[in-house]
């Protein structure tokens, strides 16, 4: 019998099957099978909807916590499909026994990072479980965006196309990480977990061709995503990445890849060529994007091939996150 | 006495190699008519005369050097009365079953042409005959005809055509004959395009750094007496500690800095010319540069095998560094448009010639291990040639797809098995694309067209994903249990025999990382016997890359809290990050993974002593911990089968049972060897101990698991360890157990796909 698996939710592989074959096999219309991060809908206003779930552990990191999260996830996910975010629903699982304080912590960094966002909490909801039927607290946040002119989605992606990302990626993966784990690093890592529509105003141009922030599972299964979206392949350059020392030497010494690891604040971003050059001028000009680089580039080919070229020049297949990355020296 | 006639039919390895012509002359000289040809199925040959019995016993025991007769066949038939013996046209027919040859070392008559000044072929450098010459590498498709190699570019001259036509000359059907009018043309070329001429003898002789074209594909070339040249070949091809391989003039100068025995002499002068691993003498003067091979022991020598070479070594140098042209993870360069783009700003001078390679093949590396040639690398010189079983039947054309590293695939239909040439690791995308690549032609020189395959269990492999995509049945076999069987089908074997297995890793059933196996079965089935107690492994393949990790690891977890506080000084080279995550790792199991792996013991062994501290290519901490131990025993001769005396005394191991399985537990072992290490003694002592001691705790485990009678199967790639292999040999041999070990493929992964192969057919 197959069962839900924790790989289920990890964003990877499982979790993209499990949409595919189950909730869009049931659940599927035309708004739904956009399968974008959030669905535009029709009506009077263009609108732009999307929902989100958060039971990170610890509540509490470097950077952030689940409060904050709640909100930016959601923001974000409006933004890169081109949305102006506007409202929020809150609902909330409390686990019986949560320090009220706490909860308020959440609270006030829910309305310190909607304000930032330039968002309102329009309703909300709250639940309270026994003891051990949750892990303290659980937020789900519902986002509606107004739509824009902006043109963006996998179907806009050609070869030839250059890929940005708006600064170093893992920093959110590795901090939650190390948090729950207790590694220590000399010089701590910061959770990135940031809204994204401020930095995404600043540097959009005509010729942004598709927006995505590449939260669980990482660059790498976002663009593997992407590519598959657009029948594209592409080609990444491992020396080009932003990396902030700290992530780095945890991947080193943890077995990680960078790829992988969740990012909370950052967008990846497809462009014309012809506009690359300025969109990662404008991104670097804003303090959410000042460590933006160029990582790769659109290619010919069919397969969503997403192909890494490491150091010293050879290639390498860079799939979706799939289960651990087992030991493979012999 | 009556005349009579009979048919004979032989099958294997009997075109291209001179069969015909020896048929020929055989029945000239014993006065029998009919006529021999080529067929799809061999060569056939109709026979008349009163001879016959000793014609047909003669052709068997007499045939060409290059033949390999798998099948004769002979059979009465009517006479027909002919007047002379001919050689007749080919014929062909369906299901096409001849071999193919490989490649052949140019032989002696060759270079006789070739030093002759009134010959035809003085100095020719691509002469060949039947009995040398290219064969696997320039054939697109069977059979074996000029029209279908690389050759068809070159139409025979005159003077060609009538060697190719007379039965009598060595040149007799030798498919890629050819001469200075009608044959291929060498150009030397510079970095920055321009013509040069001369093969690039004085530019070799001056330090530079050249491409030249082979059988198989490039190799960069320099004087490896010149150190500067040696160095910046290393530079530029970004190649870390990795050893390069030498080509001698001839044995007599090789054996001014090596050993060589007999088994090695007769393997460096064998037709397949591979790269022999060597032990270096030890000696200070005049020897060659370190930058060859740092931090090792040995060298790994070949002679010339191509007119070519034998023309650079003209020149005043009696070594060449000879190392594959393929940059770092990718695979081998064997075209000419590839080699002046990929090598630019690596070789000074591109020496090119204008007959195309089709199947890039690797050089061969072998070294003598217990008497025997063990394959380290099989490609060139081997490859295409098959494993015969009798005992096994393949009734479904299989794939066995490989493992991840040192790939090579394996195709198998009947009673016969071809494993393809080194391929590399499969993780790079380019690599993995030459897999492709030679799956499909290979099917056409061995002619199977798979309808099934087997892959390893391991769940990120690229292989496995590729072998999950193929719309075609399908079977996963356990990494360790396609060692073993692969070294039982060697040997024609089914019955279930015991094993240990030793290698760095392979994906285990219980979901550990296994690779210090005692496994109990053959294709059928398999049960686990025994293992390495499980350490942790943090970090995974990135923690393998740091042998002191290891290490670190390893001893936190076996020592005792007061012999653990004793190797603080150990650790100083660990920085405060490594340090503390490492302790949080071991405490919280984050990113570790339990491992039974042989080739992380002694990675931990090599990190511990500081004899590797980072890794740059696969194996360099258990090589090198070799090299430490091996020069330590030539050092200091003394009986190893004695075990008396502190320098020869085992360290303290444990074999329990633990849910009726043996485990070797170690923690003993590292308390000794760490505290001998405290105390100041010898790394080279420390060393070849731990050597003697893994050798004693692999025969302990085998008898406990009761090998008494059957033999006892040695496999996995820690048996390329010389000194711990010649270690267990002995061991067994005092105990009288018998040992089987592979002998035509490797004992690593580049073994590993015939072992999956059989086993998928008993089930699929
Ligand atoms: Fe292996
Ligand atoms: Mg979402
Ligand atoms: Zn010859
Ligand atoms: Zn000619």
Redesign the interface.
């Known amino acids: 019998m197959e069962r839900i698996m924790l790989a289920h939710g990890s964003g990877g592989r499982l979790s993209h099957e499990l949409v595919r074959t189950l909730f869009q096999k049931y659940l599927g219309n035309p708004y739904l099978d956009q399968m974008n991060d959030a669905s535009l809908l029709p009506g009077r206003e263009q609108l732009a909807v999307t929902t989100d779930s958060f039971v990170v552990s610890p509540l509490f990191f470097r950077g952030g916590n689940i409060g904050k999260l709640a909100v930016c996830g959601t923001v974000n996910d409006l933004a890169v499909s081109g949305a102006i975010p506007k409202f929020l629903t809150l609902a909330l699982i409390l686990e019986e026994g949560l320090p009220m304080d706490e909860l308020e912590r959440v609270i006030e960094s829910i309305a310190e990072t909607a304000t930032e966002a330039g968002v309102a909490i329009v309703c909300g909801d709250t639940k309270v479980v026994e003891r051990g039927s949750a892990d303290k607290i659980f937020i789900n946040t519902t986002g509606i965006g107004y739509i824009t002119d902006r043109l963006v989605g996998p179907e806009q992606i050609r070869p030839g196309d250059e890929i940005l990302i708006t600064g170093t990626i893992g920093d959110h993966g590795i901090t939650i990480?190390s948090e729950r784990?207790?590694?220590?690093?000399?010089t701590p890592v910061v959770s990135d977990c940031a809204p994204l529509n401020g930095l995404i105003d600043a540097f959009y141009l005509p010729g942004v061709k598709c927006m995505r922030d590449p939260t669980r599972g990482g660059v790498a299964t976002t663009l593997n995503e992407l590519a598959g979206q657009a029948g594209v392949s592409m080609l990444l350059v491992e020396e080009q990445f932003p990396l902030s020392p700290s992530v780095e030497?945890?991947?080193?010494?943890?077995?990680?890849e960078p790829l992988y690891l969740a990012n909370e604040g950052k967008v990846l971003v497809i462009v014309a060529p012809e506009v690359a050059e300025e969109v990662l001028l404008n991104m670097q000009a804003h303090p959410l994007g000042r460590n933006a680089a160029r990582i790769g580039q659109v290619q010919e080919g069919k397969f969503g091939l997403v192909?890494l070229e490491?150091p010293?020049?050879?290639?390498?297949?860079v799939?979706m996150l799939?289960?651990?990355?087992?030991?493979?020296?012999? | 006495m009556k005349i009579q006639a009979i048919a004979i039919y032989f099958n294997g390895i009997v075109q291209g190699v001179g069969f015909r012509p020896f048929v020929f002359k055989l029945a000239e000289e014993l006065g029998i008519n009919g006529w021999v040809n080529n067929s799809s199925h061999g060569v056939t040959i109709h026979a008349e005369g009163n001879n016959l019995d000793l014609f047909y016993h003669r052709l068997i025991r007499e045939a060409p050097p290059l033949a390999q007769i798998v099948t004769a066949r002979s059979v009465e038939i009517e006479l027909a009365n002919y007047g002379t013996f001919e050689i007749v046209g080919s014929e062909a027919e369906e299901g096409a079953d001849v071999l193919i040859s490989p490649d052949v070392a140019t032989c002696g008559d060759c270079l006789k042409d070739m030093a002759d000044p009134k010959n035809r072929y003085y100095k020719f450098p691509f002469t060949n005959c039947t009995n040398c010459g290219p064969r696997y590498t320039i054939i697109r498709d069977v059979p074996y005809d000029r029209a279908l190699t690389t050759m068809s570019e070159f139409p025979m001259c005159n003077s060609c055509a009538v060697d190719y036509k007379n039965p009598r000359d060595r040149r007799f059907h030798a498919q890629p004959v050819a001469c200075e009018e009608c044959g291929p043309k060498v150009q030397l070329i510079d970095a920055m395009g321009h013509l040069l001429s001369g093969i690039g003898i004085d530019q070799l002789a001056q330090g530079g750094i050249m491409a030249v074209k082979g059988l198989g594909g490039f190799h960069l070339v320099c004087d490896a007496r010149n150190v500067q040249a040696v160095r910046r070949l290393r530079e530029r091809k970004?190649r870390g500690a990795k050893p390069f391989a030498l080509m001698a003039r001839s044995i007599e100068k090789a054996c001014d800095e090596v050993f060589i025995g007999p088994e090695e002499e007769k393997l460096l002068r064998s037709s397949a010319a591979p790269i022999v691993v060597l032990e270096r003498q030890l000696k200070q003067v005049n020897s060659l540069p370190v930058d060859i091979a740092p931090g090792i022991h040995t060298l790994g020598i070949m002679l010339p095998y191509t007119p070519l070479h034998h023309l650079l070594f003209e020149g005043p140098y009696d070594f060449l560094v000879m190392t594959s042209a393929n940059?770092?993870?990718?695979p081998l360069i064997y075209s000419n448009e590839e080699a002046m783009e990929a090598l630019q700003g690596i070789a000074d001078y591109f020496l090119i010639h204008n007959r195309d390679i089709y199947h890039p093949c690797d050089d061969s590396v072998l070294q003598v291990i217990g008497d025997k040639a063990v394959f380290l690398r099989r490609a060139r010189g081997y490859v295409p040639l098959p494993i015969l079983m009798s005992s096994y039947q393949v009734k479904t054309p299989l794939l066995g797809v490989g493992?991840?590293?040192?790939n090579a695939f394996c195709l198998a239909s009947g009673e016969r098995a071809f494993v393809s040439q080194y391929l590399g690791d499969m993780?790079?995308?380019?690599n993995?694309q030459r897999f492709h690549q030679e799956l499909e032609s290979f099917q056409r020189v061995v002619n199977i067209t798979p309808q099934a395959l087997a892959y390893d269990k391991?769940?990120?492999?690229?292989l496995t994903?590729f072998a999950l995509e193929q719309p075609c049945p399908k079977h996963s076999v356990q990494?360790h249990h396609a060692h073993l069987v692969s070294v039982l089908g060697e040997w024609d074997r089914t019955e279930p025999t015991l094993g240990m297995i030793c290698?760095?890793?392979?994906?285990g059933e219980d979901g550990c990382?296994w690779g210090f196996e005692v496994l109990y079965g053959n294709a059928s089935d398999y049960e686990r016997k025994g293992h390495l107690e499980y350490l942790p492994?943090?970090?995974?393949?990135?923690?393998?890359k740091h042998p002191l990790r290891i290490a670190y690891a390893y001893l936190r977890t076996l020592l005792e809290r007061e012999a653990w506080e004793k190797t603080e000084p150990l650790w100083t080279v660990l920085s405060?990050?490594?340090r503390?995550?490492?302790d949080?790792?071991l405490e919280?199991g984050?990113?570790v993974?339990q491992?039974s792996s042989a080739?992380r013991l002694f990675d931990a062994v090599s990190g511990l002593l500081g004899v590797c501290r980072m890794v740059t290519y696969?194996g360099q901490a258990a090589i090198e911990l070799e090299s430490v131990a091996s020069s330590f025993r030539l050092q200091n001769p003394f009986e190893d089968v004695e075990w008396q005396g502190k320098v020869k005394r085992p360290y303290p191991y444990e074999v329990r049972v633990e849910n009726s399985q043996c485990i070797l537990r170690v923690g003993s072992l590292f308390g000794e060897l760490v505290r001998d290490f405290l105390l100041g003694v010898s790394r080279g002592e420390i060393a070849y101990r731990f050597h003697q001691t893994i050798a004693q705790a692999i025969v302990d485990l085998a008898m406990q698991s009761q090998v008494e009678r059957g033999p006892l199967v040695l496999s996995g790639?820690v048996f390329q360890n010389k000194l711990l292999t010649e270690a267990v040999l002995r061991i067994c041999q005092d105990k009288g157990i018998k040992v089987l070990r592979s002998r035509t493929l490797p004992p690593?992964?580049g073994g590993l796909a015939f072992g999956q192969l059989l086993i998928a057919n008993e089930v699929l």
């Open positions: 990480l784990e207790g590694l220590e690093f000399q030497g945890a991947c080193e010494m943890l077995g990680l192909l490491t010293l020049g050879g290639k390498r297949i799939g799939e289960g651990e990355h087992l030991p493979r020296i012999c | 970004e940059l770092s993870g990718r493992g991840e590293l040192k993780e790079g995308y380019e993995l391991h769940p990120n492999y690229q994903r990494h290698d760095g890793t392979g994906f990382v492994l943090p970090g995974g393949d990135a923690g393998a405060v990050d490594e503390q995550i490492l949080r790792q919280t984050i990113q993974f491992t080739g696969e790639g690593g992964d």
